[in-house]
Nanobody, 125 residues
Framework: QVQLVESGGGLVQAGGSLRLSCAAS????????MGWFRQAPGKEREFVAA????????YYADSVKGRFTISRDNAKNTVYLQMYSLTPEDTAVYYC??????????????????WGQGTQVTVSS
């Protein structure tokens, strides 16, 4: 069973930054694309960013493009989400997810097999 553990969430003022981490258990971490999703109160879970197994391909939601950066360290079995210029609209629980080792990365939740428990990000105005 794969476990994903997010960390790094917290309270930050608008315009600030945070870096989220997601540590994964299991072997062959580099075989799998990883994604970040978020869910705000009363809203559906939405895609944020994804990165291929080797780290060479990334994909972002339009709402975070240019402000967030996804990266990974396969030696540490960890994926990161660096967030800049945060706004109150970024307030949500952020989840990392590991895909089914599909050929392409993408934003659809069905691509992802394992999910973490989430970490809260709150941006105050």
């Amino acid at each position: 069973q794969v476990q994903l553990v997010e960390s790094g969430g917290g309270l930050v003022q608008a315009g600030g930054s945070l870096r989220l981490s997601c540590a994964a258990s299991g072997r062959t971490f580099s075989n799998y694309a990883m994604g970040w999703f978020r869910q705000a109160p009363g809203k559906e879970r939405e895609f944020v960013a994804a990165i291929s197994g080797g780290g060479g391909v990334t994909y972002y939601a339009d709402s975070v493009k240019g402000r967030f950066t996804i990266s990974r360290d396969n030696a540490k079995n960890t994926v990161y989400l660096q967030m800049y210029s945060l706004t109150p609209e970024d307030t949500a629980v952020y989840y990392c997810a590991r895909d089914y080792a599909l050929a392409r990365i993408g934003p659809e939740p069905w691509r992802y097999e394992y999910w973490g428990q989430g970490t809260q990000v709150t941006v105050s105005s």
